[in-house]
T-cell receptor, first 114, second 117 residues
Framework: KAGVTQTPRYLIKTRGQQVTLSCSPI?????VSWYQQTPGQGLQFLFE???????NKGNFPGRFSGRQFSNSRSEMNVSTLELGDSALYLC?????????????FGPGTRLTVL | AQKVTQAQTEISVVEKEDVTLDCVYE???????LFWYKQPPSGELVFLIR??????QNEISGRYSWNFQKSTSSFNFTITASQVVDSAVYFC??????????????FGQGTELSVKP
């Protein structure tokens, strides 16, 4: 089975711009979670989607949003980029997103904001 | 509040040494799962193991072993006879059932392991 894929792998943007990241889950997985990884804050949960609905959200400003499509692929969007948004954004998929599920991660998108 | 603490920020060992990575967690729930992930320089988090809160049996997989102790809220990871390829950042993570927090992992700060030849 193919793993979780994320595109693009690298992005460079300037402050004020917006960005969209994409994630394709493992075939058959219906839950997609997003995480932000920075040297200072570590790995932090952004949000989780299941059946095109956001079920859980971390403590991030409204500039961070996401959506999920009927084929379980997910996108996250960051508007009005700030320098502090520079990070590795990781997407993970699991079967149905229950606490018992194992999340499998993609390679991440490294976003640099100049 | 739920929290995962990995007190060791960096560990450096010489190949063939045994090394233990510590993980201490806090949770308000009785049903929860603990995980270990490995992050090599490429960035992708690689799943290593999952344990549930009702199963305190230790587990061994090749050179890897895990010791889960509810009494001390710890889930430690030992690599026996370490190899250079074990060099990576290792994360301990918690998933809990309280308030239906599925899909959300709480990570420790990670331990960077460097194995020198």
């Amino acid at each position: 089975k193919a793993g979780v894929t994320q595109t693009p792998r690298y992005l460079i943007k300037t402050r004020g711009q917006q960005v969209t990241l994409s994630c394709s889950p493992i075939s058959g997985h219906r839950s997609v979670s997003w995480y932000q990884q920075t040297p200072g804050q570590g790995l932090q949960f952004l949000f989780e989607y299941f059946s095109e609905t956001q079920r859980n959200k971390g403590n991030f400003p409204g500039r961070f949003s996401g959506r999920q499509f009927s084929n379980s692929r997910s996108e996250m969007n960051v508007s009005t980029l700030e320098l502090g948004d520079s990070a590795l954004y990781l997407c993970a998929s699991s079967l149905v997103g229950e606490v018992t599920d194992t999340q499998y991660f993609g390679p991440g998108t490294r976003l640099t904001v100049l | 509040a739920q929290k995962v603490t990995q007190a060791q920020t960096e560990i450096s060992v010489v190949e063939k040494e045994d090394v233990t990575l510590d993980c201490v967690y806090e949770t308000r729930d009785t049903t929860y799962y603990l995980f270990w992930y490995k992050q090599p320089p490429s960035g992708e988090l690689v799943f290593l193991i999952r344990r549930n809160s009702f199963d305190e049996q230790n587990e061994i997989s090749g050179r890897y072993s895990w010791n889960f102790q509810k009494s001390t809220s710890s889930f430690n990871f030992t690599i026996t006879a370490s190899q250079v390829v074990d060099s990576a950042v290792y994360f301990c993570a918690l998933s809990e059932d309280f308030y239906n927090q599925g899909g959300k992992l709480i990570f420790g700060q990670g331990t960077e392991l460097s194995v020198k030849p």
